[in-house]
């Protein structure tokens, strides 16, 4: 075979990355495949040709010798080419099986459809209350799933019958075939690539391998979670097919609503009504917070929607490393119904603060800002 450029051969740039190499690879085994072009020596040598620059370009030791010495880095004692052996360069049955139906090329890998797969995730939706969410709870919760099969312990066949093995491809899973240039390795359509037959179908999970049983799992949800955060507790999914491990199990956290408190990321709002005359005169309140209920000092003349902080009455983060604040604000709540002798105080506080006088020297300055 000539000494093509390899970057040449694929249609790439030399700074193409290794999808970019796999993907030319690619479509250049799909036109020249043998298989497509029965007979045609021009595209088998193609088709060879491709497949040599795909093993050089893919490893990297040996695309770094080539970038730097050429064909003369990649060649064994400057005479010839020895990075790619068809027995052995196995990812070709990775490019190419899912064309053309092959289980094995070459001699190389191709993953079988009964090989240990790993079990699915599952997802559980838990509400919490406000008071769970901020101080962590534990909890029982009960979750349907697929297991693997006791009776059988995963085989499908009835324990007692047993299994025998397949007779057609001798146990190995796969058949062999020669096609041309190629000899290919399928996966054995009698026992699906498991190399074994069942007899019997286990009388408990009808030859599946596994049945459907419902688990009760006690957590802990830790303190500090909000709406939307996900727990992941792993190997609690649906278990494996053929033996193959587990998947996990994520918890979704939703927060019911508090009557009182609100929350923003760790910290706490919540808002409390002062009288005019505390708003006025200053004085002393007691907030609920999510532990004990506190004292704040409200200084004389606090107006409406001021906010005064509790440090450390928040919500401590998951990972235990800090602490939000409660936010008070406080809303000055004028009364509805006076009594003659409120009336006549305010009245006379009216009169002695000079409101009116206040009010239309306030009504001037917005009309000035207006006009």
Known sequence: MANRDYYEILGINRDASGQEVKSAYRKLAIQYHPDKNAGNKEAEEKFKEAAEAYSVLSDSDKRARYDRFGHAGVSSGGGGFEGFDPDTFSDFSDILGDFFGFGEIFGGSRRQPNRPRRGADLRFDLELSFEEAVFGVKTKIKIPRQETCRNCQGSGADPKQGISTCTACQGQGTVRYQQGFFTIRQTCSTCR??????????????????????KVLEIKIPAGVDEGSRLRITREGEAGPNGGP???????????????FKRSDNNIYCEIPISFSQAALGGETTVPTMENPEKIKIPSGTQSNTVFRLKGRGVVSVNGRAKGDQLVQVKVVTPTKLNKEQRELLQRLDAISGTDQESSSLFEKVKEMLS
């Open 246 to 260: 587990s998947g996990d199990l994520y918890v979704v956290i939703s927060v019911t609503e508090h009557p009182f």
């Open 193 to 214: 690539g498991s190399g074994q037959l069942i007899k019997k179908a286990c009388s408990q999970c009808k030859g599946r391998g596994q049945v459907r049983k419902e």
